[in-house]
């Protein structure tokens, strides 16, 4: 098993563009969710999903977009990206929302 | 809200100098408290998952227990490779869709 898998692994972006960070799992998990991280804030959740078909917000959505159209794979899309979107995001996955979570290896962005 | 606070923020060992981090938390009916590892330029790496107070989990050098109000994580004997950020998080009956995570705790272990 590859476990979750992320791409890219880092991405510089220009004020305004957008870009998809592609994440997917291997696991036949239900849970998937999208974390930022920033130096000093911890772990935050931009958005997460309980199965195919359903997404809803975390704690920063704005400025994000998801989507579930399979199992296996859950597409973060930044629409016009931001210098304040500049973080780590991880992608995360699990059997259920209660269960251990295990995390992919991230992607960097930086926004300019 | 569920609210998670780690401490120290920063701990510096020697090789053999047993210590423990605090995670103590907040949270409307505990689903579950996770500690996890995480390496400088990595994902966060999961080490245990405790659901109930009295409840212990060892793995190697690291021990973890839980309480009402909050959880430890003992490290026996460090060694330099136990050096990373430990994060602690939990999952309340009030979010069940959501972990709250603290902000870690950065351990270096020097030889």
């Known amino acids: 098993n590859a476990g979750v898998t992320q791409t890219p692994k880092f991405q510089v972006l220009k004020t305004g563009q957008s870009m998809t960070l592609q994440c997917a799992q291997d696991m036949n998990h239900e849970y998937m969710s999208w974390y930022r991280q920033d130096p000093g804030m911890g772990l935050r959740l931009i958005h997460y999903?309980?199965?195919?078909?359903?997404?809803d917000q975390g704690e920063v959505p704005n400025g994000y977009n998801v989507s579930r159209s399979t199992t296996e794979d859950f597409p973060l899309r930044l629409l016009s990206a931001a210098p304040s979107q500049t973080s780590v995001y991880f992608c995360a996955s699990s059997y259920s929302a209660q269960e251990t979570q295990y995390f992919g290896p991230g992607t960097r962005l930086l926004v300019l | 809200e569920d609210q998670v606070t780690q401490s120290p923020e920063a701990l510096r060992l020697q090789e053999g100098e047993s210590s423990s981090l605090n995670c103590s938390y907040t949270?409307?009916?505990?689903?579950?408290l996770f500690w996890y590892r995480q390496d400088p330029g990595k994902g966060p790496e999961f080490l245990f998952t405790?659901?109930?107070a009295g409840e212990e989990k060892e793995k190697e050098r690291l021990k973890a227990t839980l309480t009402k109000k909050e959880s430890f994580l003992h490290i026996t004997a460090p060694k330099p490779e136990d050096s990373a950020t430990y994060l602690c998080a939990v999952s309340g009956g009030g979010s069940n869709y959501k972990l709250t995570f603290g902000k870690g705790t950065l351990l270096t272990v020097n030889p």
């Open positions: 999903s309980v199965g195919a078909g359903i997404t």
């Open positions: 405790l659901y109930s």
């Open positions: 949270v409307s009916g505990l689903r579950g």
